[in-house]
């Protein structure tokens, strides 16, 4: 079924960035973020019908808010870390009071978070924020794109091709050059094919037959 097939595509490519994510940042290489905050707004304007932009675009290093949807009044973290810390944390960063009329959506896109949305959060400025609600995880993404329409599934499906896919051909292409050197380097080669000797290609007398 294409359904399954497009389904299968866009959960090994997401799961395999969000991974990526998190491992470069506890080695605390944190370009792939910037890149990934960009494919993240597009992504989630595909799946939820938002039109998120990066915040780092009208503000370079935005604290608590990644992205902003001004026509849905949204403001949205996106993490690899989730934690209660991590979250409270960015309710109550001060810029965050510019958003009064917002509601904060925060998104974990490795971990689990049936347990976060159960606890009570410090929300000093009183931004809008229902945890049973707001609180997003892997596994809430992945079932919405399941009961998504087909046509749906198949643009988000195209879009996640052109981001993510170019890398697999690359990686066929390195394994598919090592399978040819072994597949050489194991081949018995008789004495003549050694002993075998190339006539030289004399580019002078070429020229003078061509002239």
């Known amino acids: 079924m294409n359904r399954t097939h497009y389904f299968n595509y866009i959960e090994e490519k997401i799961s395999a960035l969000a991974t990526r994510i998190k491992e470069r940042g506890k080695l605390n ?109 892997a596994n809430t993404i992945l079932n919405n794109l399941l009961s998504l329409e087909i046509s749906r599934q198949k643009d988000i499906y195209n879009f996640i091709k052109q981001e993510l896919g170019a890398v697999e051909n690359f990686i066929i292409l390195d394994s598919n050059l090592a399978n040819i050197v072994n597949m050489l380097s194991s081949e018995r080669w008789s004495e003549d094919v050694a002993d075998y000797k190339f006539n030289p290609y004399e580019i002078n007398k070429k020229l003078i037959i061509m002239n």
Not at 34 to 47: D, G, M, R, T, V
Not at 70 to 97: D, H, P, Y
Not at 112 to 137: A, E, G, M, S, W
Request: proline share 2%.
């Open 29 to 137: 290489i944190l370009d792939l973020n910037i890149h990934a905050e960009n494919f993240y707004a597009h992504f989630f304007n595909k799946l939820y019908d938002w039109n998120l932009i990066n915040s780092n675009i009208t503000r370079s290093n935005f604290e608590a808010i990644d992205l902003v949807d001004n026509n849905n009044k949204l403001i949205v973290q996106v993490s690899a870390t989730c934690t209660k810390r991590k979250l409270e944390g960015c309710l109550m960063k001060e810029n965050i009071q510019n958003y009064s009329k917002y509601t904060f959506k925060f998104i974990s896109i490795t971990k689990n978070t049936d347990k976060l949305r159960l606890k009570n959060y410090n929300n000093p400025y009183n931004i809008t924020f229902n945890p049973q609600v707001d609180i997003i995880d």
